[in-house]
């Protein structure tokens, strides 16, 4: 003990302490579970390190694919991202193409692990990690146009280049003095930039997708013309065509139609009571007119034929049928615009009154109308959508 004791105070009063780090027991840790860095530590270093390292997503006809070098001195390998698949296809995919790696992550943005049965899809909606072995890189979505809020596939170089934003802010401030302007205008302003016309015509084309103008080349009609409103065209398009219904998938179409069932049986239990009072209220009103003309006819019989005589009730008869017929008549179209009859009564007294309990209720009528169209359109879309040349045509 004693030679061991004297081993260990030579071999430490010769040790350099200035080399040290001002606060040691950061990183000397004195214990049998662990004698480096934490887990945790070498994580957020890893993250920090590979910020510069940065991978790009493409997206081309509707295809998401990801450069990765796996090594340094291989080539650059492709890989497909379909949105539809779990994360784990994707890690299998790398390691299936290099057998040297030994694991595979993805976190988000924040540090949080991402589970592998996450569909793809979601990471395709904003920024994300990606940890092969010890490398880590940040992985960037695909830039989205400003009108249908999809991806498209601009180069970076290009979204980047000065040139091409200057020209995208010059269409830009254009665009609050005129709705549009002529492909020769449109040259002209890529000259004064320097840009020669194959470029120009390359970035018109950048800027379409990119939903800053719209320029329809293959139109001859339109060719000519460059729109600088292009969300005043799709919404448009949209009204006409009811294109945000219209190109939803079929998981899509399923879950809207299940909600609008579910709100429209809330909405008929509802209305199945505002339904009995309004009409309760109508036959009510209905039995009361027939037993005032009832009660009428038999006070003017005692008049004429007990207590008075014809030529005192006649005028009196003539006036009364009169008001109740021909002024009673009027008075409804004046306030309804229709014809008298009824039917017609009694369909607008219903109505009246079950807008007045609707109202004291606080139902809403209209959206009950307006679930029972969306269903009825809805279905008669899935119907459109389920025939074979309508999605080929959609997509």
Known sequence: TGVRGSMFSRTFSRTNFSSFPSKPLRYLRFTSKNLFL??????????????????????????????????????????????KEPIRNFISDLMTEDRTIKSVAVFGIDGH?????????????????????????????????????????????????PTFKSLQERLQLK?????????????????????DVPTASRYLQYLHQLGTCFHFSDRKEISSTIFLHPEEITKLLDSALNLNSMTKTPQQRAELLRDLEAELIDLNRKFVVLDRRASRFVSFVSWSGFFGLCVQFALFARLTWWDLSWDVMEPVTYFTTVTESVVAAYVFYLVTKGEFSFVAFRRRLYEWRLENLAAKEGFNLKRLEQVKNEIHNLKEETEIYNDKAVPALLH
Do not use: M
């Open 113 to 161: 692990r991402i589970a592998k049965s996450t569909p793809i899809a979601e990471l395709l909606e904003h920024e994300w990690k990606l940890r092969i072995n010890d490398v880590v890189y940040n992985v960037r979505s695909p830039p989205r146009s400003k009108v249908g809020n999809y991806h498209i596939s601009v180069p970076d170089e290009v979204l980047n280049n």
């Open 38 to 83: 934490s887990r945790s530590s070498l994580l957020s270093r890893s993250f920090s390190t590979a910020a510069s390292t940065t991978l790009p997503l493409r997206v081309e006809k509707g295809i998401y694919t990801i450069k990765i070098q796996l090594a340094p001195n291989e080539p650059t390998h492709i890989f497909a991202l379909r949105k």
């Open 175 to 195: 665009a609050g003095t005129v709705e549009t302007i002529t492909y020769d205008k449109y040259l002209s302003y890529c000259q004064e930039l320097n840009i």
